[in-house]
């Protein structure tokens, strides 16, 4: 059962912020939202996790919605490094494991 | 920084063979995981351990057995390697405890058997 929503794709300008949405109108109370990355065959690396409040570092913002049904990640400067497939992942506090969908696929072109 | 460090990079195996991939991490982690990656599919918990001394199944443990030597090496162990288990293998490890800390990926271990 997919917790997670994201679009498929999405393409970015260098440079420029990009924002990738993700749907979780199912998370319940104790459930966090965590955001990975996968660079072309390289291993995920994590990003950023949330529970309500935004959250920023050095990689990301995260702004989830007051109901907690939806967040954003943001990259605030763009790169072509960033160019990865973004899984966004809620886990609860008795999941031993992430569950990765299909992510998104972002595309930062020059 | 080696953080999760996974050897083999890459291997080829027969049906039939057995094999044991490698993990080991420098993060001080209680806990340490073993996923496999499909094409084009997200990645799938085989075994966790949450730490030294403890090991559990995850989603997709047939065909596996893992052994958590001390606290930085997880091994996992192909007995009788399968085409069906041609696949990217992840290890990952973490500090454990409430909320659970973000997991830390080595970079995979790419596994082809013929």
């Known amino acids: 059962d997919a917790k997670t929503t994201q679009p498929p794709s999405m393409d970015c300008a260098e440079g420029r912020a990009a924002n990738l949405p993700c749907n979780h109108s199912?998370?319940?109370?104790?459930?966090?939202v965590y955001w990975y990355r996968q660079i072309h065959s390289q291993g995920p690396q994590y990003i950023i996790h949330g529970l309500k409040n935004n959250e920023t570092n050095e990689m990301a913002s995260l702004i989830i919605t007051e109901d907690r049904k939806s967040s954003t990640l943001i990259l605030p400067h763009a790169t072509l490094r960033d160019t990865a497939v973004y899984y966004c992942?809620?886990?609860?506090?008795?999941?031993?494991?992430?569950?990765f969908g299909a992510g998104t696929t972002v595309t930062v072109r020059a | 920084n080696a953080g999760v460090t996974q050897t083999p990079k890459f291997q080829v195996l027969k049906t039939g063979q057995s094999m044991t991939l490698q993990c080991a991490q420098d993060m001080n982690h209680n806990s340490m995981y073993w996923y496999r990656q499909d094409p084009g599919m997200g990645l799938r918990l085989i075994y966790y351990s949450a730490s030294e001394g403890t090991t559990d199944k995850g989603e997709v443990p047939n065909g596996y057995n893992v052994s958590r030597l001390n606290k930085r090496e997880f091994s996992l162990r192909l007995e009788s390697a399968a085409p069906s288990q041609t696949s990217v293998y992840f290890c990952?490890?973490?500090?454990?405890?409430?909320?659970?800390?973000?997991?830390?990926f080595g970079d995979g271990t790419r596994l082809s058997i013929l």
């Open positions: 990952a490890s973490s500090e454990w405890g409430l909320p659970y800390q973000p997991q830390h």
């Open positions: 199912t998370i319940s109370g104790n459930e966090y």
């Open positions: 992942i809620v886990r609860g506090n008795n999941d031993y494991k992430l569950s």
